[in-house]
């Protein structure tokens, strides 16, 4: 029988998670629940539940730091921060809609486990980059600190790091601090239509390696394009290259003036202001421009320059049976695709595109039977494969924390 356990405190958590350790009973570690389809499933006898560990615990704007309980929900977070005019500059996005659940239920402790990250990661960087300390209890059933509320505390062995993208595996965080910063005075966005994937991915491309600094480089084939919210990406009906440009107004507007300029021989261009731009990064970075919920999804980490022979292998690999459809973020390095219809995701032909120019895929999306049966993970070398599970070793000798969901063997 499957029990929930939803402890109000730190405290609390350590007394679960001690007996769980000592009645040798898996649990899964779960927040919200927003990212619990992320993932293999995982076969447990009782669930660890830290949506009742909610709060700030400190924030200073004028230190640029906060640190919250990790059962807060980011939209609290990100309501205080704005009435300081303060943001998580790594634009953590929310995969509520596109995992089947209710956008808007994410956690801070969730974000950091799976390492969330949006579109200006390539300009500040990934979640686990401004995370400077946490607190959780290990699978040893021991309470554990790190990190602090500046950066020169983060001495010997920098635990925040290893915990992103550890998706639960490792501990049972209790408390996130991270580093926050100002939001800009003004937002542009510039877009050039009507590009093929290769022609947009190296117009952004130029935009990354000038002096501009954009803060976003995304490419929307038609059909992605077409389900934007936002009336100046959809009306010309064709591909939309975005870039976007972020500071003080007279920077902006001489860097977009710029920017219009460099492509203005690649075809018409608009240009957004602030809550159509807005939008638009929105809807990228929560991936809801892609077809209908149902197909399987993968995230897809490439370099940049292969992205477009990427999604030819796998456009031509794949049966005639099957519709796939993709969106390109970080100037190419990470692709979308959503694949219907197809037997086990494609997982072989997807990981053998890639092969060719490295990279990873990650299978975010498919049914409990599809993930229980393929690697959802992109697999690893021999080598790294000892090494992960020697820090699972470390953390949870016994295997109890959300066994199976990184991997079969942890």
């Known amino acids: 029988m499957s029990e929930t356990y939803r402890p109000a405190d730190a405290d609390q958590v350590q007394e679960i998670v001690a007996w769980a350790v000592a009645e040798e009973r898996p649990l899964e570690i779960r927040g919200a629940g927003s990212k619990r389809a992320l993932g293999r499933p995982m076969e447990v006898c009782s669930t660890l539940d830290l949506s009742g560990l909610t709060g700030l615990t400190y924030y200073e704007p004028g230190e640029l730091v906060l640190a919250a309980c990790s059962g807060t929900p980011l939209s609290v977070i990100e309501a205080k921060l704005g009435e300081n005019a303060q943001r998580l500059a790594f634009e953590p996005a929310d995969y509520g809609s596109i995992l089947g659940g ?44 790190s990190g602090g509320r500046v950066v020169k505390n983060v001495t010997g062995y920098d635990l925040s790091k290893l915990m992103a993208g550890s998706y639960g595996t490792l501990a049972a965080l209790t408390e996130v601090t991270f580093k926050v910063l100002p939001m800009p005075e003004k937002t542009r966005t ?105 197909g399987d999804l993968w995230r897809l980490s490439v370099p940049p320059s292969t992205a477009a022979g990427v999604v030819d292998r796998i456009g031509a690999a794949l049966p005639s049976t099957c519709d796939a459809e993709f969106l390109f973020d970080w100037a190419g390095g990470l692709v979308w695709l959503d694949i219907n219809a197809a037997k086990d995701a494609a ?64």
Not at 386 to 395: C, D, I, P, T
Request: proline content about 5%; overall charge negative.
């Open 102 to 145: 209710t956008a808007g239920q994410s956690t801070i402790g969730g974000v950091l486990a799976c390492n969330i990250s949006g579109p200006r990661r390539i300009q500040v960087g990934a979640a686990r980059d401004h995370c400077l300390g946490v607190s959780g209890v290990s699978g040893r059933g021991e309470a554990f600190k």
């Open 190 to 294: 510039v877009l050039v239509f009507g590009l093929s994937v290769s022609e947009g991915i190296s117009v952004l491309g130029q935009a990354s390696s000038s002096d501009l600094e954009p803060s976003g480089l995304s490419h929307l084939p038609a059909a992605a394009a077409s389900r934007c919210s936002v009336g100046y990406v959809t009306q010309p009906g064709d591909s939309v290259s975005a870039i976007r440009i972020e500071g003080p107004a007279p920077s902006v507007e001489a860097r977009c003036r710029s920017l219009r300029e460099m492509f203005e021989d690649r075809g018409a261009t608009e240009e957004l202001h602030g809550h159509n731009s807005s939008t638009l990064w929105r809807e990228i970075a929560d991936v809801d421009l892609l077809g209908e919920a149902g």
């Open 347 to 410: 997982h072989e032909l997807v990981r053998d595109a890639l092969a060719a120019s490295g990279g990873h895929a990650t299978l975010i999306r498919a049914s409990e039977e599809v993930r229980r049966t393929i690697p959802v993970f992109q697999p690893t070398s021999p080598g790294l494969a000892a090494l992960n599970a020697r820090v699972k070793q470390g953390f949870d000798p016994r295997g109890l924390l959300n066994p199976g969901r990184m991997s079969a063997e942890y």
